[in-house]
């Protein structure tokens, strides 16, 4: 799934001569979830503040911390980085949508104050049957925004 993804993925940046595919490199691993043990996964978040992440264009009230989670309030946002970098990696996470919510998670993206869906890749994180916005294919949850759709 993985190599069948990055290659579709590196076909489109091919075609379309985006500006990041001369800037990145999208290495492919072949190492399957039952490869990787539960040990082998390492924290990015701490659990009690935002020690190792840096905060870009915060609006309003950004994103915080409430009982061991990390929270991002209706009337906040911004984009999350963390502070240290990754080359190959396989990310594991829980979250909990609201109605309506749209989000995502960034990866290979360098620490931009523009939209990192733009300047790397964005994972689609939303509520699609609340979403109140007509969506295209490459828009649902799980999607890579705007360029791959997530099977459905």
């Known amino acids: 799934m993985r ?11 091919k075609e379309t001569d985006d500006l990041w595919l001369k800037q ?16 082998e996964y390492k924290p990015l978040f701490n659990g009690s503040d935002l020690t190792g992440w840096t905060l870009k264009r915060a ?8 009982e061991g989670k990390l929270v991002c309030p ?13 080359s190959d990696f396989s990310l594991k996470f829980d979250f909990k949508l609201t109605k ?4 995502g ?6 620490l931009v104050d523009q939209k990192p ?6 994972i689609q994180v939303l509520d699609n ?4 916005k007509k969506l295209k294919p490459s828009q649902y949850h799980g999607s890579v925004y705007d360029v791959i759709p997530a099977k459905r």
């Open 24 to 39: 990145y490199t999208l290495p492919i691993s072949c190492e399957t979830e039952s490869d990787a043990t539960q040990s």
């Open 100 to 103: 309506a919510a749209n989000n």
């Open 129 to 132: 049957k609340g979403y109140p």
């Open 59 to 66: 609006n309003r009230k950004g994103y915080h911390v409430a």
């Open 3 to 13: 190599k069948e993804l990055s290659d579709k993925l590196l076909k489109h940046l």
């Open 105 to 110: 998670i960034a990866i290979r993206c360098p």
């Open 117 to 122: 869906a733009y300047a790397g890749m964005e």
């Open 74 to 86: 209706a009337d906040g946002g911004g984009f999350l980085f963390t502070k240290k970098e990754y």
